[in-house]
């Protein structure tokens, strides 16, 4: 493969693909925990990440039952589409999971129904978790979800493109990207300088990467704050780019993943992609010719935003406690976590995991970042709402005042 990285620093976000598998389904549990035969049931409901996933979660599945012979763990696996309404009905009827695999739980722990963490996981595990994930998983200074997996994101640059466009070096800046960009779009054949999706799949995504590009917020804990002034350059420089024609046409409804899917294919100059992009390419184009940069930004200067899915517990039987801390002892030890994640793709939580692929070139350019990740203000409430309205929303910014589209996103935010 031929590729170069140059990584200083990045952008770190998250994003996990959904790819759908059919349910196993639980089998419920006695009220008291049991089953005939005395052991304890753990129901585990988690997301699709790709076809390895329930595969990797039946193989953890077996491990742990093989040291746990008093354990049974009856596992559901659901597309991201489906989860939501899953764990919402599951909740509603009083079988909620005893532990989920999701994204937003702040709900849940407002509605005291989650384990604090520090009660169904051991010190040494505790510990292990690179603080910044485990800050992120916090509710008024008490965590109640674990970090499961991270994603990061860099500007993937088809090197061949920006040498046939006369550009030399890539950008750092909006303005060198956007130069740089329109002069790969004027070289024809299809071809478009930036790969820009702001459809309904990861508008959240692709806005945060310019809004807080450019100093920009979507809020904290407490309050979410999308019309905040400070991300409307953000937001008028991405009209720039799409004016300019410095973009795939449409980008207001193009999905990130078919549109990598073209990058891949050597039709696009540049395009924010994460960790399993690499493997893309290697199984898809292994000849592309790419580098993997920081994000540009406004002025040029490095920020870090990242994201992660968690595990957690619901607090259902009292005496399953013991038995749900096992099983995240288990998990989450070096030997069993590494492989499950290196396998999906995604970058570890844990120092140790890092640690163990510390020596993996293609994810050294990610794993740079993860201390010092950023996040979306996950912990609030209505970060749920605010992720529905920019995947609704956000793609009208081709055709509107940038400024209309924040406040009617903050609107519906205020409106949920």
């Not at 008291?32 to 193989?59: F, H």
């Not at 780019?241 to 990130?256: C, V, Y």
């Amino acid at each position: 493969m031929k590729k170069t990285v140059r990584y200083s620093a990045a952008i770190a976000l998250a994003a996990a693909a959904s790819l759908t598998l059919s349910s196993c389904g639980f089998g419920g549990g006695s009220t008291d925990g049991g089953d005939a035969e005395g052991k304890t049931t753990l129901d585990l409901l988690v997301p699709s990440y790709s076809d390895n996933t329930q595969g990797l979660w039946e193989d953890v599945v077996d491990g742990f039952e093989a040291e746990n012979p008093d354990i049974t763990v009856k596992l559901e696996v659901q597309s991201w589409d489906n989860l939501e309404s899953v764990i919402a009905t599951k909740v509603q009827g009083g079988e909620a999971p005893d532990i989920y695999n999701g994204g937003p739980f702040a709900g849940f722990a407002a509605d005291d129904l989650l384990y604090p963490v520090e009660d169904v996981v051991s010190a040494d595990t505790l510990s292990d978790f690179q603080d910044s994930f485990l800050a992120n998983a916090e509710v008024d200074g008490t965590a109640y979800a674990l970090p499961l997996i991270a994603s990061a994101r860099a500007l993937f640059v088809n090197n061949a493109l920006l040498e046939q466009a006369g550009v030399a070096q890539p950008p750092t800046t909006w303005d060198e990207l956007l130069d740089a960009a329109t002069k790969i779009s004027a070289l024809g054949n299809g071809i478009a300088g930036y790969g820009m999706p702001l459809g309904s799949e990861e508008a959240q995504a692709e806005a945060a990467v310019w809004l807080w590009g450019g100093g920009g917020t979507f809020g904290d804990a407490d309050a979410i704050t999308v019309d905040d002034p400070s991300n409307l350059p953000g937001a008028e420089q991405i009209k720039k780019m799409i004016d300019a024609g410095a973009t795939q046409a449409d980008p207001g409804s193009t999905n990130r993943s078919p549109l990598m899917d073209i990058f891949i294919q050597g039709k696009i100059g540049m395009q924010v992609g994460l960790p399993p992009t690499v493997g893309q390419i290697a199984d898809n184009n292994p000849d592309l010719d790419y580098s993997i940069v920081p994000i540009p930004t406004q002025d040029g200067s490095a920020f870090t935003l990242g994201v992660m899915d968690q595990l957690m517990a619901f607090k259902n039987d009292g005496d399953k406690q013991d038995a749900i801390t096992k099983f995240f002892d288990y998990y989450y030890s070096a030997d069993v976590y590494v492989p499950w994640v290196q396998t999906e793709g995604f970058l570890p939580v844990t120092k140790s995991g890092a640690d163990a692929l510390s020596g993996e070139e293609a994810l050294a350019p990610f794993l740079e970042v993860l201390p010092d990740a950023q996040f979306y203000p996950s912990t609030n409430p209505q970060w749920q709402a605010t992720d529905g309205a920019f995947k609704a929303l956000f793609g009208q910014i081709q055709t509107k005042p940038a400024q209309d589209v924040l406040t009617e996103i903050q609107a519906q935010v205020d409106a949920s």
